[in-house]
């Protein structure tokens, strides 16, 4: 009965329709039918100012405060944050990018890349193909949508790969999208930031504007020095970070159990572990902090080279050795941490001499000035290494006793020596500070 009345009624409406005459002076009401303003897209750039690249939206900067999200979009705008990351195209797209926009929110669009730990094959150029046409629909879909920032190619699709055609692939999509949409940057999404890796993007996947890195303790402060020594040059994100997952804890053998499991970080570790990482890693890079630099970079070495005991493997007084083979001496430390302070534009030199160690016995050895504030600092990076015995067998908590020292502390043990340059001429060290930072 209850349908009979139903399609009665949209019968009858539809007769008081077909009695108006053209002739009738009939007006519609205000407010009968709800019409929403077309907003445009928002056109996003990388610019670099004053050195630092810089994300624009509509010319105006904006500092990505993301969550990886498909829900809760309210809460995670009540938090802080600006951005929401997805990973591949469902049939809720369109309601998460409406959901964002509502909310104040942009979206990193991810388009989901098949690995070949999926099955897939990057030789299988049909496969291929039908890959790429997939992207092309989802991207004319929703290229135009206002809260729409960012094109995500593939999340960790390196992972396990033996096929470069990986990034020709990832490399058309990203074409196709600087072809089909002028408003918004492509980015790639990796497992870490191996330099072989970022190397491969760069030779193979010039079409991608921004580089991703997920990365979780201790790893996130080697990133920029990976990115430095691979030679990227654009702009990168940190996508994911956080604490150690249980795979890193075997050197700490409390926590592994007696049947050999190994046990993560309490809740109470990880939080002091996430603002750490953050104001560390993340926050310092961004105020663009020059004692923040030399200290990120400081800790990188640190946290990532091995002292070479054996003086046995190759490279170890070059740079290649501290930043590739992560292995080297005294030396390798002091031009590694020269080489990356003059990609950053900080004053530094190296510095040759000889330093007392904890025997009490002379040696030769490396170290750094670093400028900082119009003054200049010493910095050995070597002896801050806990496992470097030269400095005394520095533990964790004394890492930074040779760290931005002055003269009355620092040559207590270090004598710089005379220099030769290529004319002959002895070079002069800069006078440090005689008070430690």
Known sequence: M?????????????????????????????GSFEEKPVVPPVKVETSKINGKWRLLVDGQELYIKGAACNNFYAEA??????VIRTYGVSDNSRAILDAAYENGLYVNFGL???????????????????????????????????????????????????????????NDIAK??????????????????????IKNIIEKAPHIDILSINTYAPNLPGVLGNLQSAGWTKPYMITEFGPRGTWQMNPEPER???????????????????????????????????????????????????????ISQSNIYDIYGAL???????????????????????PCVLVIG??????????????????????????????????????????????YKYFLKGSNTFLQDHVPSGQFTPNGKVFEYPDISKEDL
């Open 256 to 310: 592994v159990l007696p049947w050999g499991a190994l046990v993560e970080q309490t809740s109470s570790e990880k939080e002091a572990v996430y603002l750490e990482t953050y104001q560390n890693n993340i926050i310092a890079n961004k105020t663009g902090n020059t004692y923040d630099d030399i200290k990120m970079v400081h800790d990188y070495l640190v946290n990532n080279v091995e002292y070479d005991t054996s």
């Open 112 to 170: 989901y890349v098949k690995r070949e730990t999926d099955g897939f094959d990057y030789n299988n150029t049909a496969a291929v193909k039908a890959q790429f046409d997939e992207m092309k629909t989802a991207v004319e879909r929703f290229k135009d949508h206002p809260a729409l920032l960012l094109w995500s190619i593939g999340n960790e699709a390196e992972a396990s790969y033996t096929n470069l055609k990986l990034w020709d692939a990832i």
């Open 77 to 82: 705008a009540d938090f802080g944050a600006n």
């Open 354 to 399: 000889q330093g007392k160690n904890s025997q009490g016995q002379t040696e030769n050895h490396a170290w750094n000035y670093v400028e900082l504030n119009n003054k200049w600092y010493a910095i050995d990076v070597t002896w801050d290494d806990p496992v470097v015995t030269g400095g005394g067998g520095a533990s964790k908590e004394s890492r």
């Open 176 to 197: 196709m999208i600087h072809e089909t949409d002028p408003n918004h940057p492509t980015t790639t999404t990796l497992a870490s930031s191996n330099i072989n890796h």
């Open 324 to 346: 590739v083979n992560n292995v080297a001496v005294c030396e390798g430390y002091a031009r590694a941490f020269k080489y990356i302070m003059d990609e950053m534009n900080i």
């Open 2 to 30: 209850r349908l009979k009345h139903i399609f009665a009624l949209i019968l009858v409406l539809g007769g008081l329709n077909a009695s108006c005459s053209d002739n009738d002076n009939y007006t519609i009401p205000k």
